[in-house]
């Protein structure tokens, strides 16, 4: 197949959309069939969009599905999932600032061949090595046409499970058995260590919560553009107390306060003692189930080096039922808690050091508990709205940061009273931001 023009291989009638073909050239295709095969020729291949719109942010997936042939091999089919920059000029500074897409290439090809090596040296069987993520084929990053092509796991049973109403109690208990298991790999490999980890890996450096003087002033502007209009929501609602202590999260009145943000700083980056390599945008969208017990993560774009409480925080405040949340938390707790010293238990990694006991990790969550209400609240309009009401983000502009723009997103995904977006928004407000310890302590400020 020439690699000079993006309709070789395909029929008239398969012709590709322009934004298509403009996005998924016969270029990346040879080059990703050439990663899965070096002497692999492309015969054909079809492209359609891999996402519903406004699913993803740092991101536009396409689904890909080439015809190649290896000599004189049979042809064979393999369907890629490819993931691309947007072409939006204000996502694209936004997500070259986070290095996302270096990122998550440095995961897939430096960090998990890392942790497996590491668990085959200690002795592990095939079957007990974990490896909870994608095939990745092929990477490319200059900045403006950066992808990741990898394999497209919906064609092998894998599926997406329902981010509005929240994940049912056997995916919860899944999801922390990996997410415990995938923690206890680096924690084993570097004994907790931050230092040892950022020497290693440079590129996990905090990307969404940087030092307050470098943090992107679209962010601030829009979660506490955010903030404020759930705050305003929950006062309507007779709760004037939760309403105030919302309001508080990032200074209230008082434009220059910059405490949650160097709050967050020290939480995700500082020089914490117990730290694992985080998943970093843990949540129901960004993990593929298997009926058979199986689980991958996806998406690594904003992986970092943290407490282990990071992690669990973000995922359980955004994904978990109101019910679980509620009435099982310290159940799941202990359950990951378990599991993340059985599999330390495997690697040979002495467990009965300081720090490794059931208290020490209680006090850990409660540290990092507000880090998870608070990204809970934020995501939450969006998470339990339907795909058809979501903003299209590749007519993002400048002007969707302010607190105007953002009242008027929140109210075009619906967040009335009664829906699902309200329930979970009123949940985190009422029973959870209350009993945070962070919260208690900026409400003593005003």
């Not at 002795?123 to 403006?144: D, K, V, Y």
């Not at 990071?310 to 159940?331: G, I, K, P, Q």
């Not at 109210?411 to 329930?423: F, R, T, Y």
């Amino acid at each position: 197949m020439s690699q000079e023009s993006d309709t070789d291989g395909l029929k008239d009638s398969e012709v590709l959309p322009p934004q298509l073909e403009e996005a998924v050239s016969s270029t990346i295709v040879q080059k990703i069939a050439s990663a899965y095969k070096p002497d692999a020729i492309v015969v054909s291949y079809s492209v359609k969009p891999g996402t519903k719109p406004g699913d993803n942010y740092m991101s536009v997936m396409y689904a890909v599905e080439i015809l190649l042939k290896n000599g004189s091999n049979n042809p064979e089919n393999i369907d890629v999932m490819l993931k691309t920059m947007p072409k939006n000029p204000l996502r694209i500074r936004e997500i070259n600032e986070m290095a996302a897409f270096v990122k998550e290439a440095n995961m897939y090809t430096q960090l998990f061949p890392g942790m497996v090596k590491f668990q085959e040296g200690k002795g592990l069987e095939r079957s007990q090595i974990f490896s909870g993520w994608p095939t990745c084929f092929a990477t490319f990053q200059n900045g403006i046409d950066d992808y990741l092509a990898m394999e497209d796991l919906r064609g092998k049973g894998f599926y997406m499970a329902d981010r509005i109403n929240g994940l049912t109690p056997p995916q919860v208990r899944l999801l922390l058995l990996n997410l415990a298991q995938f923690h206890a790999i680096s924690y084993a490999q570097f004994g907790g260590d931050r230092t040892a980890i950022m020497s290693k890996y440079p590129w996990l450096e905090e990307r969404i919560f940087p030092p307050a003087d470098k943090i992107d002033p679209n962010m601030i502007s829009w979660m506490k553009s955010s903030i404020v209009n759930l705050s305003d929501r929950i006062r309507s609602a007779g709760h004037a107390h939760e309403a105030d202590l919302m309001s508080k999260i990032y200074g209230g009145d008082d434009p220059n306060d910059t405490t949650f943000w160097s709050d967050m700083n020290s939480l995700v980056s500082g020089n914490k003692k117990h730290v694992v390599i985080n998943h970093g945008d843990c949540w129901t969208n960004n993990v593929l189930f298997h009926e058979d017990g199986r689980l991958k993560f996806i998406d690594f774009q904003a992986s970092r080096c943290a407490l282990r409480g990071v992690d669990l925080a973000y995922f359980m405040h955004t994904s978990f039922s109101n019910e679980d949340l509620n009435e099982r938390e310290d159940f799941y707790l202990k359950l990951y808690y378990d599991e993340f010293i059985r599999f330390l238990d495997k690697l040979g990694f002495d467990t009965s050091g300081a720090g490794l006991s059931w208290e020490d990790f209680m006090e850990e969550w409660k540290e990092c508990k507000f880090s998870g209400v608070v990204m809970g609240l934020s995501m939450a309009p969006f998470i339990c709205a339907e795909a058809d009401v979501l903003p299209d983000m590749e007519n993002l502009s400048q002007d969707d940061y302010g607190a105007d723009a953002v009242d008027k997103m929140i109210d075009q995904v619906g967040c009335g009273e009664g829906s699902a977006s309200w329930k979970k928004i009123f949940n985190l407000a009422v029973n959870h931001l209350p009993r945070c310890r962070q919260t208690l302590e900026y409400a003593k400020k005003g």
